[in-house]
């Protein structure tokens, strides 16, 4: 058997390499640069990152307003119409050809002033015919009674007979009834030849003229032919149409004297298509008698001054409703108001200028602003200006500007 040889591996040997003294100093200030540099690196970091945060921009800068809280009364905002107070369709009384015109369109006319002249002629004919028949009548009554006084001495003279004397009575009022039936002949001929000239029947605008000189117009009453039309000035209506909620608040605050009244009349605001605010106010004239089935609402009447002649028939306008007593609400800008889907929102800015997200429900308009109902809380810093930039959670830099001069403040 053969006994395994031991083998032994000898490597070469490695001799110690010599450095020069100055060798190790600069290793060793090598390895201690490194050393300081490892741990100055955290420190570094750190003050990089207080550096970022100290020069970080500032957020952006927004306008606000602060919620205003005023006591107002509740309005309910109707739509309605002008008309004129007075308005007249001018028609013919009597048919005959157009001979004048007297009026420009658009002029400002008095009661009785002639704005059409008919034909006269025909008439003036019938009139003096009619004054010829009123002299024959009365000189056949004065024929007939003196017959009749007659009668009564030749009667007692038995110089006739009764029946000749009756006969006599009875031509005295047959007389006396011919000259009635005359006169209210002469009275229509009168009426007629003046209807000729058609008077305005009140003071007020005329329109343009529909027929024009030399057409035949028709005075018949079933079919009289519409000359023109007039309106008045001053005064103007404005029918409004109230739902049936509004008139169950109405008739309940005025039972419970809580409604607004002025001089003892309920006060309103009206506001043209043109217009921003509700510069015109009048008062409730009338209401209808019922409500309408059909449409659930009643018609109001209301008056307003028109010393300007601003409010022209069948403009549309807005009307606001008083229907509360006075109470106070929240008013806001409706520049700061978002729509999110359905939902009604403004973005506020909080104490440490932290914008926040803010859903509201919305009421009526006063004086151009608008009344929040629920959702802030009266001085709220809201977000008027610079919506566009921001969103909730943001940090921003709030001005607010005066409405006076425009200027804006900052916010502390």
Known sequence: MNTPRSVIVTSPRIKPVSRHPLQFAFLSLVMVGAGAGLLLLPHAHGAEATATKVTAPAGPTVTVALVEQRSIIDQRELLGHVEAIESVELRPRVSGHIDEVRFQSGQLVKKGDVLFVIDPRPYRAQFDLATAQVDRARVQVGNAEREARRSDQLLSERAISAEEADTR???????????????????????????????????GRVSRAYVTAGNLVSGTPSGATLLTSIVSVGDAYVYADVDEATVLTFNRLSHEGRLVTENGRIPVQMQLGDETSFPHHGYVESADNHIDPATGSLVLRLIFPNPDGKLVPGLFARVHLPVSAPQPVLL?????????????????????????????????????????????????????????????????????????????????
């Open 332 to 412: 806001i800008s409706d520049r700061a108001i978002g729509t999110d889907q359905s939902q009604k929102f403004v973005l506020t800015v909080g104490a440490d200028n932290t914008v926040a997200y803010r859903p509201v429900i919305l009421g009526s308009i006063v004086d151009g602003k608008r009344v929040i109902r629920d959702g802030l809380h009266a001085g709220d810093r809201v977000i008027v200006n610079g919506l566009q930039r921001v969103r909730p959670g943001m940090t921003v830099i709030a001005e607010i500007a005066p409405p006076a001069t425009g200027t804006t403040v900052a916010l502390k």
């Open 169 to 203: 009575t009875s031509r005295l009022a047959e007389a006396r009834a011919s000259l009635l039936e005359a006169q209210a002949n002469l009275e229509t001929a009168h009426l007629d030849l003046n209807y000729t000239e058609v008077r305005s029947p009140i003071d």
